[in-house]
Each structure stands twice: as structure tokens, then as C-alpha cells.
């Protein structure tokens, strides 16, 4: 690894890449490094295990043909590995590859090697991006272990997610919209300063020259609100000059101002009242904002959304982590999904068994928590994969079913085939029509006569509607069975016993936050916060194969000196157990 300086743009676009096979530790580096590390350590492990594991060839179609040669892909996706290992930033991991000797022998160098510029590592993860290889990491390596019979299909798997933060500073709404209006003017300035300073009033130096956190800025509702509002007008200005110059159509393709144009549309809106000669400005109410998983919350992150988890706020995404749980085999991250940080952990259940089943290695039973499971879930997984979802679906949520007296969807006996159902005192319904509810989903409306259900006794048990009528809303056969069959079944001690080895998962939750730093993002943007996570998930995956492979077991969970105690484990409550 010869030592590049830091380059353009345009050079680094034009480097090609020399394919190299294989990678042979030297042996003056393997003699040097036996000697220092006697007991050896992850690293020496990794270069006589896992050295050859990222070939050249794998990123092969992220350099061109031609140009000068290209550092070896295969040793920089290893080096982005070890940086995720040990949180190391990219000065602090090309001074890692230059000065230690573990490093060294992981990457096959000689230990006069000089290294790299740091630089190199920004660029070839922006080459991952580019190319949509940046899954390669993990799986370049789940694929080596299924070779090896470590990780196999079908067996059981569990899933869990957690909250990660953004890598910008959450902002109220008036910060926004300043800063937005002081990213588009800084891109502006750079692009074009004669131009913007010919149509700039000159409040705006003083009113977007400093950052907005470090003006005074009001502190009456009324008074910031008429601070947006003029923030707002000076935004419409300002679009509306760049439209009106045909001239300066580049301008308007600038990343600053398709963003202020964005939020704008999100914050305000205009009118032109009968007579006026201009328009009027006006600050969009709460209610009348985009929803949640389409509002930005900062200009420099569009990508980041706002959500709230019981007592938990944060801007950022969220990160949802499978792994593999068999007793008697390491436990590894199969799979990372990093999502919207609004979007319900529902909807990721599919694309995590797509994903699984693109890498050929679909669990036999998969536990989840109710948070991923649906009606239409438990079918489909079963249908399409043959996948057993273990995990407590929701009740039934009607007054009915909850009261203790009522007649719950359970007591009805449904006639599929005859399109009926009988109530609990033996009455047929009249009505039975297919329908779309208000989440686009299939549902069938049932209602009975008003002749059965005014004289029935059981009527206050039934309904407590107006005219005296049971109405119901079922789901389809299929999902309405497997619902039932599935709430029948989380009643005994078995289905707890089984579900009770998914708790395993917030291990891992853990041991992300604590000793990878999940819970913070390092880059800007969704795709560059998934290239951190599955760089995070592939670390930890190394690490509990050294610890396997070394003889360490599967931690166990931690229980306080005094709860230890306990004549009976119950009398302690689960969140007071780890010590």
C-alpha cells in the first residue's frame, strides 16, 4: 500500500483498478507479530482466517478500465471493517494501517508499508455508495460462513430494533427555516456571489450571516411566528427571483436551493386575497402539515425524521438488527435494515425476510416482538418462506372482548363459505360486504337484524350502539384464523417459554449502543447511516466469531448480588434483574 496523497475529485474518479489475487502475509510481519502478541489477538486471527476474505474482484465494477492504479478495494472494505471495530475515525485507522503491527499482519503488509492518506477511505466508501455495494461488507462474510457450516438455513432467528440519532442538531421550527434559508444563501454565495449580491437586501447579511443558535432569538409565540413569517417572504423572494432570471436556471439545481424550495412547500403556503397587489404569507398549522414520514426536520439531513417512542424523541432513523440464536452456534447478524425513523416496525418484516431469502438464509422460526407482527404477516411468512413467526400478536381491542362479560370477535362462529356469522345466542347475520378500510386493507363488514338484537337479553353484553345493532369488521379467512389461532396459542406456557430466547436480542441492542455507537450516527444521510450499521453489524459479527472460536460462551444475562437472593426469581420485577 503505496502512499496516496489526498486528491481531487476528477483524479480520484479517474483511478482503475489492478486486480490482485490472493493475499500472502510476509513473513518477516507474521514473525514480528507472533512475537509481540504470543496469545494472539482478533486481528492475527483475522489475517490467517479471514485475510482474502473482500476479493479485488468483488469491486471490480466501481473503477473504470483505464486511469492510474487504484489502492487494493479488498484490503480498504477490510480496513473499513477494523475502523467499525474499534470507532476509529479516518486519520485515526490510516494511522492504525501505517503504525500497528496487527493491523499490518490482518491486511498481509509489509511492515515497512507506508499506508495511505485518510482521504482514501471517504472516497471509497462514497464508491460503495455509488455502486450500492456497501451490503457487500456483511455478506461477503455470511456467505464465507455458511461455506463453513458456522451459520445454515432455517434455523431460528430473532430481530429487534433501536433508535439512531441523526448527525445534526435538532432544531425548532424557526431554527429550521433560518438555517434553510442560510444553507441556500452560503450555496448561492459560492456559486454566483456578483449575482446575489445585486438582489440580497441588506437585512438579510444580518439576519442570515450568523448561525441561527447564535442570534438572540424571540421568545413570545407571537412574535416568532412573525420572525417565520418573514423568514418565509424573504425565501418566496428569493425563489421567485431565480425563477424570474432564465439566465441563472443552474442556480436553482443547487442542493441548498431544492431544499428551501421543499420546505417551504412544507411550512407555508400563499394567497392572493381579492384586490391586494401581492400575495401573503402564512405559517402552516400542525394539523396542516405534511405527515410525519414526509416532513424534514433539517436542512443539512433531509433524510432524518422526527419520532417519539414512549418517553424517547429524537430526530434520526431507526436500525433493525436479525440475528441467528441457536444454542450450540455463534450467534450472527444475518441481516440490517436501516429505516425511516417513523415507519412502524411492521412494515419491516417483509423486507427483512426478502432480504434473508436473497441471501439464503431464511430462519426456520423467526421471534419477533408484537411491534412486527400483523394478521396478513403471519400468513404471508408462512405462505411465502415457510417461516414461523413467534412473538404475542395484539388483542383484540373492543370494549367487548376486554370487559370481561362481552362477546368478543371470538365467540362468533364465522361460515366462510356461506358468508354468515352466528352471534353467541344463536342469531345469523344479515349482512356480509367486502371493503377497503381506511389503511387500504381488506376487510369484511358484518351486521346484524335490528329485529334480533333490540329483543336480545344479551344485548348490553353485544353493543352499545345507538340503534341497537352489532356491527363487526372481520379480516379475511386466512389472516382472521391465523389471528386467532395465534392469540389462542400466546395463553400457554409453552408459547412463553419458546419466545422468552428473543429477550436474547437486546444483548446485541447493547452491545451496538454501548461498544459500536449505533445509537449515534457518523454520516450525513440514510444511505451513508446504513453503510455505518452494516460496517457495525459485520464488526460485531468478528468479534463473536474470535470469542467462539477462542472458547468464550454466550454471555448470560447479569442478576444483581441481592436479587440473586430472591427465594423466588418472580419477586423480582424483569427491569430490576441485570446487576
Not at 50 to 79: C, E, H, K, N
Not at 493 to 509: L, N
Request: glycine share 6%; proline share 5%; charged share 25%.
Amino acid at each position: 500500500m503505496e502512499l496516496i496523497e489526498a486528491k481531487s475529485e476528477e483524479e480520484t474518479k479517474e483511478m482503475s483498478l489492478h486486480l490482485k489475487v490472493g493475499r500472502n502475509i510476509p513473513e518477516e510481519t507474521r514473525k514480528i507479530a507472533q512475537a509481540a502478541f504470543p496469545k494472539g489477538n482478533v486481528y492475527l486471527w483475522m489475517g490467517d482466517e479471514l485475510g482474502d476474505l473482500y476479493s479485488d474482484s468483488l469491486f471490480i465494477d466501481l473503477y473504470p478500465v483505464r486511469g492510474q492504479p487504484s489502492l487494493s478495494p479488498g484490503r480498504l472494505a477490510l480496513v473499513t471493517v477494523m475502523q467499525f471495530m474499534e470507532g476509529l475515525t479516518d486519520r485515526q485507522a490510516a494511522e492504525a494501517v501505517r503504525g500497528r503491527i496487527d493491523w499490518k499482519y490482518a491486511l498481509g503488509l509489509e511492515l515497512a508499508d507506508p499506508g495511505f492518506d485518510f482521504s482514501v477511505l471517504s472516497e471509497f466508501r462514497q464508491r460503495l455508495l455509488e455502486g450500492q455495494k456497501e451490503q457487500a461488507l456483511l455478506d461477503v462474510l455470511l456467505d464465507e460462513l455458511k461455506s463453513r457450516k458456522w451459520i445454515k438455513e432455517r434455523s431460528k432467528q430473532r430481530t429487534d430494533s433501536t433508535h439512531v440519532i441523526a448527525s445534526v442538531r435538532q432544531l425548532n421550527r424557526l431554527e429550521m427555516v433560518g438555517e434553510t434559508m442560510r444553507r441556500a444563501l452560503n450555496e448561492l454565495a459560492a456559486a454566483d456571489p456578483e449575482w446575489l449580491k445585486k438582489i440580497a437586501p441588506v437585512e438579510w447579511f444580518q439576519r442570515y450571516g450568523p448561525r441561527m443558535d447564535g442570534i438572540r432569538l424571540p421568545k413570545e409565540r407571537e412574535q416568532r411566528e412573525a420572525l417565520m413569517g418573514v423568514i418565509g417572504a424573504d425565501g418566496i423572494h428569493l425563489l421567485s427571483v431565480l425563477l424570474e432570471t432564465p439566465e441563472k436556471q443552474e442556480l436553482r439545481l443547487l442542493p441548498g436551493v431544492e431544499i428551501l424550495r421543499q420546505i417551504w412547500v412544507q411550512q407555508y403556503w400563499m394567497e392572493y386575497p381579492a384586490g391586494a397587489e401581492t400575495y401573503q404569507v402564512h405559517l402552516r398549522t400542525d394539523d396542516n402539515q405534511p405527515p410525519g414520514d414526509k416532513r424534514i426536520h433539517s436542512p443539512y439531513d433531509v433524510d432524518s425524521r422526527y419520532c417519539t417512542k414512549r418517553s424517547t424523541a429524537w430526530v434520526g432513523y431507526k436500525v433493525h438488527l436479525t440475528e441467528t440464536c441457536e444454542d450450540n452456534s455463534p450467534h450472527i447478524i444475518t441481516n440490517v435494515e436501516t429505516r425511516n425513523a417513523v415507519e412502524q416496525d411492521v412494515s419491516t418484516t417483509e423486507r427483512i425476510h426478502a432480504s434473508l431469502a436473497a441471501k439464503g438464509l431464511l430462519p426456520g422460526e423467526h421471534l419477533l416482538d408484537t411491534g412486527y407482527i400483523g394478521a396478513e404477516l403471519l400468513v404471508n411468512a408462512k405462505t411465502d418462506y415457510g417461516i414461523v413467526i413467534c412473538g404475542p400478536v395484539r388483542k383484540d381491542v373492543l370494549w367487548q372482548a376486554n370487559s370481561g362479560e362481552g362477546f368478543g370477535l371470538a365467540d362468533f362462529r364465522i361460515n366462510w363459505q356461506a358468508q354468515s356469522v352466528t352471534c353467541p345466542q344463536g342469531h345469523q347475520s344479515s349482512y356480509w360486504s367486502p371493503r377497503i378500510n381506511q389503511y387500504h386493507q381488506p376487510v369484511i363488514q358484518v351486521r346484524f337484524q335490528k329485529e334480533d338484537c333490540c329483543v336480545c337479553p344479551a344485548q348490553p353484553k353485544c353493543t352499545r350502539s345507538k340503534i341497537g345493532i352489532r356491527h363487526m369488521l372481520l379480516l379475511p379467512q386466512a389472516p382472521y384464523e391465523a389471528l386467532q389461532k395465534a392469540r389462542e396459542n400466546q395463553k400457554t406456557p409453552q408459547f412463553w417459554k419458546k419466545y422468552a430466547k428473543r429477550a436474547g436480542v437486546e444483548g446485541t441492542i447493547s452491545q451496538g449502543v454501548r461498544a459500536f455507537d449505533i445509537r449515534f450516527s457518523r454520516y450525513i444521510g440514510l444511505a451513508k447511516t446504513h453503510l455505518q450499521m452494516v460496517g457495525s453489524a459485520t464488526a460485531m459479527n468478528i468479534y463473536r466469531l474470535y470469542n467462539w472460536v477462542s472458547g468464550v460462551p454466550h454471555a448470560l444475562t447479569r442478576i444483581a448480588s441481592f436479587a440473586q437472593l430472591a427465594p423466588d426469581p418472580s419477586l423480582i420485577p424483569s427491569g430490576w434483574r441485570t446487576g
